[in-house]
């Protein structure tokens, strides 16, 4: 019984000891913000239902949501440089807050369209800050590991969020509002409450997006993240268009999606702590080359069950690239620019969450085949490319002090 005990503290503190405890703040945090993440995946359904928007006057909605998206994560990034990383997070979860419960009470175009435009810039600017905040308190041997935890905690919150989101909304779409803003505001308070700023001094170093932009490492992962982006994006865009374009039901798509959740929450932390030991950079190559192959596998697919094998496929491609990201910019950042480097690297999912639908839909104009073997390519590409990169990226990592927060 002692073995058996023993064996399973060195278990769990293989998975989640060594962390400090305002890691453990943002990840309890992160988690209950994403249980409450209802309204976002239901947003066009409320437009049209709810509000009787026609389809035209919801596509300029979410349009207008998508520009202050693209925008968001730039201005995230430089105020968590600029002000900090804990007041940056905090204040996007209220002004998140407010602007849920605004836009569940504006019942005319003029006001849902400013709130739409408010929700674009603050939803999802508390990720430069939680990428920053994470690289100062997390040593660089263990910001895989972290990460990995960070994204569990979003899946499994999100996982949950869009079952209970999808029965609420039975009963009426006021419900959805509440609780993401409930969710929100306990999210900032207990960043404010109880993580610390972890921000360099101000005026220990000199620096803005100038130097982001001049570093050709960082553009060069920059460009390549918005590949396999534009790649990984596809499962929620055209995926379900190319699906039901076989004349399978929409819960083929559902089905074979849920595959994605469930492997994500069940494998992904027996071996977020194994793929930690690797190097980060060539870890998430492999992870990308798996994701194009998975995709690229759906063109041999018209089975319900045969998608659900592809999706398993590029699925296990996406628990390997877990963590592996953010432990790259981590790397990349000098630690007082850890804000805007993040900005960066949010914008370009930002830029490939608008290319996605717009290429996508025109490579499955031209046939499922042209779509997916395109879109494998392009992961595969974007795999090649990071491999090309990660001898500089594991040099420059190297030549800064490993300890948290240090400056490089």
């Given amino acids: 019984m002692t073995s058996l005990a023993a064996r399973r503290r060195s278990f769990l503190h293989a998975k989640i000891g060594g962390l400090p405890r305002p890691f453990w703040v943002l990840f309890s945090g992160t988690f209950v913000n994403r249980l409450g993440t209802m309204v976002e995946p239901f947003i066009g359904v409320y437009l049209t239902q709810?509000?009787?928007?026609?389809?035209?006057?919801?596509?300029?909605v979410l349009a207008v949501f998508g520009m202050g998206s693209l925008v968001?994560?730039?201005?995230?990034?430089?105020?968590?440089?600029?002000?900090?990383?804990?007041a940056t997070l905090a204040g996007a979860m209220?002004?998140?807050?407010?602007?849920?419960?605004?836009?569940g009470y504006s019942t005319s175009l003029p006001a849902i369209v400013a709130v739409m435009a408010l929700l674009g810039l603050v939803l999802d600017a508390y990720r430069p800050a939680s990428q920053a905040l994470v690289a100062d308190l997390i040593p660089a041997h263990d910001r895989p590991r972290a990460f990995g935890l960070l994204f569990w905690a979003i899946n499994l919150g999100f996982a949950v969020?869009?079952?209970?989101?999808?029965?609420?909304?039975?009963?009426?779409?006021?419900?959805?509002?509440?609780?993401?803003?409930?969710?929100?505001?306990?999210?900032?308070?207990?960043?404010?409450?109880?993580?610390?700023?972890?921000?360099p001094a101000a005026g220990q170093r000199p620096g803005g997006f100038r130097?982001?932009?001049?570093?050709?490492?960082?553009?060069?992962?920059?460009?390549?993240?918005?590949?396999?982006?534009?790649?990984?994006?596809?499962?929620?865009?055209?995926?379900?268009?190319?699906?039901?374009?076989?004349?399978l039901p929409t819960s083929a798509y559902g089905l074979a999606l849920a595959v994605n959740g469930v492997l994500i929450v069940v494998v992904q932390p027996l071996v977020s702590d194994r793929l930690a030991?690797?190097?980060?950079?060539?870890?998430?190559?492999?992870?990308?080359?798996?994701?194009?192959?998975?995709?690229?596998?759906?063109?041999?697919?018209?089975?319900?069950?045969?998608y659900a094998a592809t999706v398993a496929v590029w699925t296990l491609g996406e628990v390997m690239t877990a963590g592996m990201a953010g432990a790259v910019v981590a790397a990349l950042a000098p630690a007082h620019l850890r804000g805007r480097y993040n900005g960066v690297y949010g914008f370009a999912w930002s830029v490939g969450g608008l290319l996605a639908p717009l290429i996508g839909t025109r490579l499955l104009a031209a046939g499922q085949v042209?779509?997916?073997?395109?879109?494998?390519?392009?992961?595969?590409?974007?795999?090649?490319?990071?491999?090309?990169?990660s001898p500089a990226i594991r040099h420059r990592s190297a030549a800064r002090p490993s300890a948290a927060g240090s400056e490089g």
């Fill in 161 to 199: 969020a869009m079952v209970a989101g999808g029965w609420l909304a039975q009963d009426g779409f006021l419900w959805l509002f509440w609780i993401d803003a409930l969710t929100s505001l306990i999210f900032g308070l207990l960043v404010w409450r109880a993580v610390p700023e972890t921000r």
């Fill in 50 to 60: 709810a509000r009787g928007m026609s389809l035209a006057a919801a596509g300029v």
């Fill in 72 to 86: 968001s994560q730039l201005v995230a990034g430089w105020l968590a440089d600029r002000i900090g990383r804990r």
């Fill in 370 to 389: 042209t779509l997916w073997t395109v879109v494998g390519a392009a992961g595969v590409l974007g795999a090649l490319g990071q491999l090309a990169i």
């Fill in 211 to 247: 130097d982001v932009l001049g570093d050709r490492l960082m553009l060069a992962f920059v460009v390549i993240s918005l590949l396999y982006t534009f790649v990984y994006l596809q499962a929620f865009t055209t995926l379900p268009l190319a699906i039901t374009g076989q004349g």
């Fill in 277 to 306: 030991r690797y190097d980060p950079g060539r870890t998430l190559a492999a992870g990308m080359a798996v994701v194009g192959v998975g995709f690229g596998l759906m063109a041999l697919a018209t089975t319900t069950t045969v």
């Fill in 94 to 103: 209220v002004a998140t807050a407010a602007g849920m419960l605004a836009l």
